[in-house]
Nanobody, 114 residues
Framework: QVQVVESGGGLVQAGGSLRLSCAAS????????MGWHRQAPAKQREMVAVINSRGGPSYADSVKGRFTISRDNTKNTLYLQMNTLKPEDAGVYYC????????WGQGTQVTVSS
């Protein structure tokens, strides 16, 4: 069983930065694609950024140039550096390991004040 735990959310003013972390258990961490997804109130969960096992990233158009996803396979940790945050970036951010049928964390709240 893989456990996934997010951290780093909080309240930030528009234009500010946050760094999210996701710690995952299990020796297979490095083999799986991983990603960050978010869900705003009354909206569907959407992909923010994903990274494959070799470190190749993909981003939603809305965050390109502002967010950076990275992973440290030696620490079983996934990161999301979020810069120039906007109010529309607010929501619960979820870490995923292994795709839609994989493992999900409980989420961490990101609030952006205007």
């Amino acid at each position: 069983q893989v456990q996934v735990v997010e951290s780093g959310g909080g309240l930030v003013q528009a234009g500010g930065s946050l760094r999210l972390s996701c710690a995952a258990s299990g020796r297979i961490f490095g083999l799986y694609p991983m990603g960050w997804h978010r869900q705003a109130p009354a909206k569907q969960r959407e992909m923010v950024a994903v990274i494959n096992s070799r470190g190749g990233p993909s981003y939603a158009d809305s965050v390109k140039g502002r967010f950076t996803i990275s992973r440290d396979n030696t620490k079983n940790t996934l990161y999301l550096q979020m810069n120039t945050l906007k109010p529309e970036d607010a929501g619960v951010y979820y870490c995923n390991v292994g795709g839609a049928l994989g493992y999900w964390g409980q989420g961490t709240q990101v609030t952006v004040s205007s």
